[in-house]
C-alpha cells in the first residue's frame, strides 16, 4: 500500500509531523497500491540498495522502500535498518509485521537514542492498534521523555488518552452491526468513500481495479489510475459488479476519488489529483451536473480551489440556512494537519471564501472524511483520544456552534482506521470504510486494506456506559453497579449487577419504556445511586453516568508511629477466664507482630502481659507470666522470630493502663485521657457495664521496644479491637488475621488479585502515595522522596519509572530489594511550565511480572498549587 503526501520530508519535527498523517490514503482517497521495486544494477550492492531503500522511503513509496531495506538487511544485518523496516510496515498498516519488526528493533538496539524517538511514536501507535494499551501507553510515555516538538507531544498524549479510555472498552455494542459488502464491489485493494444516490440504488465509491502490480507510469493504462465506480443494487438486494463512469467524470491519465452526490441527485462532487511521482502535487473540487445521458464533463469548483494547497473530500451540507460545500485542506493558517472547511454556495458552481470550522473541530492532528447529515457532521480524526488509529467522530451544530466532537464508540470504531461514514434513510442507513481484520481480502495483510462496510441501525434502543472514579477522578477498579427495574420508587423484576477487577467502565443495555436504579459500590466507599429513565424515548440513547464515590474515611488505614520504650496494647490478644492457652482469635495479632518483626529484623521487644485487679496477686502474676510466655512461645513456633529477640514478663495487676488520647476517643468519652485504671478509680465509676470495661481493658498483653530502629511504623487498625458490648462482656467478635491483598493500594496492579497470584510476586507498600506540595512558585524546584517496603515474598527489581517533563526521578535501578528491605525514590519538581495547580502521577514497572505477561506496576503522585 501506497501512502501518498503532498510535500517531501525533510529532517525537522515538523516534517516529520506530515509522515504521521494517517492513514493518508484515505485522506487522498488513494487506493492501496503496492509498487514493484525495480532490480538495480548490480543489486547486490549494499550502496546502491540503501540509495534505493532511502530515495523511495523520501517519496513515500514505502513497498519499495521496504523490499530494498529487507534485502540491504539480508546481506550485512546492518540493526540500524531494523527500526526502518519495521517504520515501512507501519506506514503500509501492516499491524503485525510493524509489531514484530518493532519489537525486534527495540531488543537488539535497545531503547534507541533519542535521534530515532519517533520510532516509540510508531511503535506506540501499532501497539494501540492491536489492542495493546497497556505496552502502547509504555512507549507513548518513553518516546514524551524525549520530545521536544510541542505538536507531536499532543498527538502522543491523545494517544495515551485513548489508550486508557478505551482499554476496556468492548469491540462491539451490538447497537449496530457492521456487514462487509459484497466481495464485487471489496477486493483486494482499498475502497473509499462510499455515498448512496439519493433514490437508494446506486453506490458510488472510489478504488483502482487493478489485476496487477500498479506501477503509476502509464498514463494510458486506466487500470493504473483511482476512478470513481457506481455499483447498482439488484432486485435482491445485492450489490451489481460496479462500473467505472465515464471519461466525462474520470478523466484519462488523472486520479478521480472522493464522490459525493448532492441531496437532489442532481450533481456529483469528487476530486481530481495530479500525481508528481507518488506524492500529490494538486487536488482540486470538481463537479458534473446529471442529465439524462449521465454525467456531464467536469468543471472546477470556483472560490476553493488552489495551485498553494490542496482541497480534498467534498461534502454538501448546510449552515446558516444556505447550502455549503464542506472539504478538507491543508491550505495556510489551519490548526495543523488537514482540517475541514466549508465554503458557502453562490450559485452558477461558484462558492465564497473558504472558512475554517474552529478549534473545537479541527486539532494539531488530521481531521478529514466529512459528512454532514440533518445537522451533524461526521469525520474522522487522528488528533483526539482514539480507540486505536483514526476514529468516527460526530459534532452537532446549533444553528450558531458546533458541539464539542463525541467519538463514535465501539462497533462504528475499531483499534484500526474507521472513516468515510456516510448515512442516510433518516439515519438508519450507512456507510463506512475500515481496514479492520475481518472477512476482507487484501494484497499484503489483514490490515492493509479498507473496505466498505455497510450498517443499519435499530429505529430506537437505549444503553447505559457507566464510569466508576473517586473524587479525585481515578478510576476504581473491582466496583460493583447494580441495575434494578423499578416502579413507583419499588424493585420490579431482576436487576442485573457487574463486578470487574480489571477496569472501571460498565456496559447495559437497557428496556424501552422502563425506570432504573443504579447502585454504585466499592471497598472502602460509601455507596452512590442515581435514577434514569427510558420512559417515553423518541430517539436512540446512549446514557452515560459518572460516578465519583467518597472514601469511608472508617476504612482508610491509620499508621502510628511507635517509639521506643513505648508500650503497644495487642487488643485482640484475650484469653479465657483463668487460662493461658492462645485463642484462635488471638492468632490474628501475633501475627501482626511476627510481620513487624520480620520487617524490623533488629527489633527486639518485651512481651508482657496484665490481669485486673480481682483475684490473688500471687495467682494474678502467675497467670499474666504463663499468658505472655504463651505469646512469646507462638512467636517462636508459628511465627518464625529467634527466641533472643523476645523477653516476656508478667506483670499481674501491678501496672493498671493509664488512658491515652486515643483510647479515650475510641470508649466515647468514658475515661479521660491520663486517668489510670486503679482499683480504687475503677471501684469508683458510677455503673457496672464502665467497671467491666475498664477490667477488660486492663486485661492486656503489650509489646514494648527494647532494642533496634527508634521508631517504628505500624497500622492501628489491625492492633485495635473493636470496644463493643461483645468485648465488654468479654465475648470478643473473632479477629481475622490480615491477609497481604487486603493492604494492597488501589494504585498498584496487584490490588484486587487473589491471594495465590500475589504471593509469587513483590509488594511495594509505600508509606506515601500521594504527597501534597501546596503552594509552589512558577519558575520554582521542590524535591520530596518516597519511601517503601517490599512487603512480597520475593525480592523486587525496579525496571522502568515514568513521569512527564517536568519532574525528575533519582532511583538506582540496579538495586535488588529483597523481602522486608526498604527503599526510597527522589523526585525534583521544575513548575516553570506550569501555569496552574495540577495532580502529577509517576507510574513505576517492576521486572517481574503478573501471570498474563504484564508488568508488576505501581503509582505514586503529588499535587501542587502555582503561584506567582
Not at 448512496?196 to 494510458?220: H, I, M, Q, R, W
Not at 476512478?227 to 459488479?241: A, C, L, M, N, V
Not at 476517643?665 to 465509676?685: C, H, K, M, W
Request: aromatic share 10%; charged share 25%; net charge negative.
Amino acid at each position: 500500500m501506497v501512502h501518498l503526501l503532498p510535500t517531501s520530508m525533510t529532517s525537522t519535527l515538523t516534517d516529520t509531523l506530515r509522515n504521521l498523517r494517517w492513514p493518508l490514503v484515505a485522506v487522498l482517497a488513494v487506493a492501496a497500491l503496492p509498487l514493484v521495486a525495480q532490480p538495480l544494477a548490480g543489486s547486490s550492492n549494499l550502496e546502491q540498495l540503501l540509495a534505493a531503500a532511502d530515495s523511495a522511503r523520501v517519496s513515500y513509496n514505502w513497498s519499495v522502500a521496504l523490499d530494498n531495506y529487507q534485502q540491504a538487511y539480508d546481506i550485512e544485518e546492518d540493526e540500524d535498518l531494523l527500526p526502518l523496516i519495521a517504520q515501512m510496515n507501519y506506514e503500509l498498516r501492516d499491524v503485525a509485521a510493524g509489531i514484530r519488526g518493532y519489537t525486534r528493533a527495540f531488543r537488539k538496539t535497545e531503547a534507541l537514542d533519542s535521534t530515532n524517538n519517533i520510532h516509540r511514536f510508531y511503535f506506540g501507535r501499532l501497539l494501540k492498534m492491536d489492542r495493546q494499551y497497556d505496552e502502547a501507553v509504555t512507549y507513548l510515555q518513553n518516546f514524551l521523555q524525549f520530545n521536544r516538538d510541542s505538536v507531536l507531544g499532543i498527538l502522543a498524549r491523545a494517544e495515551i488518552e485513548g489508550a486508557r479510555l478505551y482499554r476496556d472498552a468492548p469491540t462491539e455494542t451490538g447497537e449496530v452491526e457492521l456487514e462487509l459488502i459484497d466481495r464485487s464491489v471489496n477486493t483486494v485493494w482499498s475502497e473509499y468513500s462510499p455515498v448512496l444516490s439519493p433514490d437508494g440504488n446506486s453506490l458510488y465509491f472510489a478504488t483502482v481495479k487493478a489485476t496487477s502490480p500498479v506501477e503509476l507510469v502509464d498514463a494510458n493504462d486506466s487500470e493504473k489510475f483511482i476512478r470513481i465506480f457506481r455499483s447498482e443494487k439488484s432486485e435482491e438486494g445485492d450489490w451489481e459488479r460496479p462500473e467505472p463512469l465515464e471519461a466525462e467524470v474520470n478523466r484519462p491519465g488523472v486520479h478521480t476519488a472522493n464522490p459525493n452526490v448532492s441531496a437532489d441527485g442532481r450533481r456529483l462532487y469528487y476530486n481530481r489529483l495530479l500525481m508528481n511521482s507518488n506524492k500529490v502535487a494538486q487536488a482540486k473540487i470538481y463537479y458534473s451536473d446529471v442529465d439524462d445521458d449521465g454525467w456531464k464533463s467536469g468543471n472546477p469548483v470556483s472560490g476553493i480551489n488552489s495551485d498553494d494547497y490542496l482541497a480534498l473530500q467534498p461534502a454538501t451540507g448546510e449552515l446558516f440556512g444556505n447550502e455549503v460545500l464542506f472539504f478538507v485542506s491543508d491550505m495556510p493558517g489551519g490548526f495543523g494537519g488537514y482540517d475541514i472547511y466549508y465554503a458557502t454556495y453562490e450559485g452558477d458552481g461558484r462558492y465564497g471564501s473558504p472558512v475554517n470550522l474552529g478549534e473545537t473541530i479541527n486539532t494539531v492532528g488530521d481531521e478529514t472524511t466529512p459528512f454532514y447529515f440533518d445537522g451533524t457532521l461526521y469525520f474522522s480524526t487522528n488528533g483526539l483520544p482514539t480507540m486505536g488509529g483514526t476514529d468516527l467522530f460526530y459534532s452537532t451544530w446549533n444553528g450558531s456552534n458546533w458541539s464539542a466532537p463525541t467519538n463514535m464508540g465501539p462497533g462504528f470504531n475499531s483499534s484500526v482506521d474507521d472513516q468515510s461514514l456516510s448515512i442516510y434513510n433518516e439515519g438508519l442507513v450507512g456507510f463506512m470504510t475500515s481496514n479492520r481484520p475481518g472477512e476482507g481480502r487484501s494484497v499484503k495483510s489483514q490490515t492493509c486494506c479498507d473496505d466498505i462496510y455497510a450498517f443499519e441501525v435499530p429505529r430506537l434502543y437505549a444503553n447505559l456506559v457507566v464510569g466508576l472514579f473517586n473524587t479525585d477522578r481515578q478510576p476504581l477498579n473491582n466496583g460493583t453497579i447494580e441495575l434494578q427495574p423499578i416502579r413507583n420508587g419499588r424493585p420490579v423484576g431482576s436487576g442485573s449487577q457487574k463486578t470487574r477487577d480489571d477496569g472501571n467502565r460498565f456496559d447495559f443495555g437497557l428496556d424501552l419504556e422502563t425506570e432504573y436504579s443504579i447502585v454504585a459500590s466499592h471497598p472502602g466507599y460509601f455507596p452512590d445511586t442515581v435514577e434514569l429513565s427510558t420512559l417515553g424515548l423518541q430517539e436512540s440513547k446512549s446514557f452515560e453516568q459518572v460516578f465519583f464515590l467518597r472514601v469511608d474515611p472508617s476504612t482508610i488505614p491509620v499508621y502510628d508511629t511507635i517509639q521506643i520504650e513505648e508500650s503497644i496494647a495487642l487488643e485482640n490478644i484475650l484469653y479465657d477466664l483463668d487460662k493461658s492457652d492462645i485463642r484462635p482469635d488471638a492468632e490474628g495479632d501475633l501475627q501482626v507482630l511476627a510481620d513487624l518483626m520480620k520487617e524490623y529484623p533488629d527489633l527486639v521487644i518485651e512481651l508482657s502481659s496484665h490481669t485486673d485487679f480481682r483475684g490473688q496477686d500471687r495467682y494474678n502474676e502467675s497467670l499474666s507470666k504463663r499468658r505472655a510466655d504463651s505469646a512469646r512461645r507462638w512467636l517462636i513456633t508459628k511465627g518464625g522470630i529467634e527466641a533472643a529477640r523476645i523477653k516476656f514478663a508478667g506483670y499481674g495487676e501491678t501496672q493498671p493502663l493509664v488512658v491515652s488520647e486515643r483510647l479515650s476517643q475510641r470508649t466515647g468519652g468514658v475515661f479521660t485521657a491520663g486517668d489510670t485504671l486503679s482499683e480504687p478509680y475503677i471501684n469508683a465509676l458510677p455503673t457496672n457495664e464502665q467497671k467491666e470495661l475498664a477490667h477488660q481493658l486492663n486485661r492486656r498483653t503489650e509489646f514494648k521496644v527494647l532494642e533496634g530502629p527508634t521508631e517504628i511504623i505500624i497500622r492501628r487498625d489491625i492492633i485495635e479491637r473493636v470496644i463493643d458490648g461483645a468485648n465488654r462482656n468479654g465475648n470478643p467478635k473473632p479477629a481475622a488475621g490480615p491477609s497481604l491483598p487486603d493492604s494492597i493500594s488501589p494504585m498498584s496492579s496487584l490490588h484486587g488479585k487473589p491471594a495465590a497470584e500475589v504471593a509469587g510476586l513483590p509488594v511495594l507498600v509505600f508509606e506515601q502515595r500521594n504527597i501534597d506540595l501546596g503552594a509552589v512558585r512558577k519558575g520554582e524546584q521542590k524535591s520530596f522522596t518516597y519511601s517503601f517496603i517490599n512487603r512480597g515474598s520475593v525480592p523486587a527489581k525496579v525496571m522502568l519509572i515514568q513521569a512527564c517533563d517536568c519532574t525528575t526521578v533519582t532511583h538506582d535501578d540496579s538495586k535488588v530489594y529483597q523481602p522486608g528491605e526498604r527503599g526510597t525514590i527522589a523526585v525534583t519538581f521544575d513548575s516553570t511550565e506550569k501555569e496552574e495547580a495540577e495532580t502529577l502521577g509517576i507510574d513505576i514497572f517492576l521486572e517481574q511480572s503478573h501471570p498474563n505477561g504484564r508488568p508488576v506496576t505501581e503509582m505514586i503522585e503529588y499535587r501542587f498549587d502555582i503561584t506567582e
